[in-house]
């Protein structure tokens, strides 16, 4: 079973012994909280980028919480500014010198809705350590819709730019794949590398 349909029967098996999460909020005076447990295998580098439709280096735009369209799940969107496209076109060039957003989701987060208070916490996304709006960032991305994304191989897809050096975007994520920051120039010499290939 690949780490994408493992999630998926994870998150099958937390959700509906409670419902529509607004009415288990109703049911649970206001609030209700979700927290699961995820353990993805370890992503190499060249596999994420080998997986990815999109790789793109942007800034974080809004990010807004919000209730998923089936109403079963809190995630966050991302909109992210594009800096560079490295691969893929992410249909974000509108005009010589201009682009358009994309927007990047992830379940978790915490949304108010109507009074209620919805939570998700996901062990691979702490809130601590989610992209914050004005981030620059490098993103490995697959496509969820004509401009929507997810993280390829979850949180090994992310990674922080800050002070001309790249860093995994979860110190979890650092740990487990032995990541050190690097400097910029090097780190972009090996995306184009494998792209290449």
Not at 25 to 36: I, L, P, W
Not at 82 to 99: F, M, N, S
Request: glycine share 8%.
């Amino acid at each position: 079973m690949n780490s994408l349909a493992a999630f998926s029967v994870i998150l099958a098996l937390q959700v509906p012994q409670h419902g529509r999460m607004i009415d288990a909020a109703r049911r649970n005076g206001g609030k209700v909280t979700t927290s699961f447990n995820v353990s993805m295998p370890i992503a190499d580098f060249d596999e994420v980028a080998t997986k990815s439709d999109v790789i793109v280096r942007g800034t974080v735009g809004r990010v807004t919480t919000r209730l998923s369209n089936d109403g079963e799940w809190v995630v966050t969107d991302f909109e992210i500014i594009p800096v560079k496209v490295y691969k893929g076109t992410a249909d974000v060039i509108t005009a010589p010198g201009t682009t358009k957003p994309l927007v990047v989701e992830r379940v978790g987060g915490t949304v108010m809705i109507d009074g209620l208070e919805i939570t998700i916490h996901d062990s691979q996304y702490p809130e601590t350590e989610s992209l914050r709006q004005g981030e620059d960032v490098f993103l490995f991305l697959l496509r969820n819709g004509p401009t929507d994304f997810v993280f390829t191989c979850g949180p090994y897809g992310a990674y922080r730019i800050a002070d001309h050096e790249v860093t995994a975007m979860t110190k979890h994520v650092a740990e487990r794949r032995g990541d050190q920051p690097e400097v910029f120039e090097a780190f972009e010499n090996r995306v184009q590398h494998l792209i290449r290939r």
